[in-house]
């Protein structure tokens, strides 16, 4: 079973300093990979995707991840975090067209003035 | 187009009551999804259906029941709620790329 994990519950950053939120999984092929961010209260809005081909994705909001198949991983970055992105992020796996969507536990990015 | 649309946004039941929450979704799409959210779990699936007239068993399915009424609709029932369903609930459908969340119903059980 594809599994997927966070290592890192909470994170606190500097407005304006740079970010990485890691994500590895478990897969027995290259799934479908996905970065969601939820601001309280809020639905889950897709930052970004890797599908195939180039390795660094770009996403909205300044977010870009860059896929490592020999590390399993699919971590977000962000050069210079904004106080509006204080939110929590979610990596997740798909490996069948929607129908084994797997969701990680999530971090939560706090941001200091 | 509103996307995906969920009712209530918040419920308190007491424990043994039944309810069920609303999904709509005006995006065309076939496949819809009923998730849970808890603390430090992430995301779980309880049910989906594939399309109109089917419906499986997610990861977390005892304690609930589903029924896909028509392409748009997708509702979640719980015939005797208890606490450990305290929970946000997501209802939401596949794209031809991702999947589009509702904005959830928070579930309070005393």
């Known amino acids: 079973a594809q599994s997927v994990t966070q290592p890192d519950i909470h994170i606190t950053v500097s407005e304006g300093a740079s970010l990485e939120l890691r994500c590895n999984y478990s897969?027995?092929?290259?799934?479908?990979l996905f970065w969601y961010v939820q601001s309280p209260g809020q639905g889950l809005q897709l930052l970004l995707k890797?599908?195939?081909?180039?390795?660094l994705v770009q996403g909205i909001k300044g977010f870009e991840a860059e896929f490592k198949r020999s590390q399993s991983s699919f971590n977000l970055r962000k050069p210079s975090v904004h106080w509006s992105d204080a939110a929590e992020y979610f990596c997740?796996?798909?490996?069948?067209?929607?129908?084994?969507?797997?969701f990680g536990p999530g971090t939560r990015l706090s941001v200091l003035p | 187009n509103a996307g995906v649309t969920q009712t209530p946004k918040f419920q308190v039941l007491k424990t043994g009551q039944s309810m069920t929450l609303q999904c709509a979704q005006d995006?065309?799409?076939?496949?819809m999804y009923w998730y849970r959210q808890d603390p430090g779990m992430g995301l779980r699936l309880i049910y989906y259906?594939?399309?109109?007239?089917?419906?499986d068993k997610g990861e977390v399915p005892n304690g609930y029941n589903v029924s896909r009424l028509n392409k748009r609709e997708f509702s979640l029932r719980l015939e005797s709620a208890a606490p450990s369903q305290t929970s946000v609930y997501f209802c939401?459908?596949?794209?031809?790329?991702?999947?589009?969340f509702g904005p959830g119903t928070r579930l309070l059980v005393l």
């Open positions: 939401a459908t596949q794209g031809a790329e991702t999947q589009y």
């Open positions: 897969y027995g092929a290259t799934p479908y």
């Open positions: 259906s594939a399309s109109e007239g089917t419906t």
């Open positions: 890797y599908f195939s081909g180039d390795t």
């Open positions: 995006m065309n799409h076939n496949s």
């Open positions: 997740a796996v798909d490996g069948n067209y929607g129908q084994n969507f797997v």
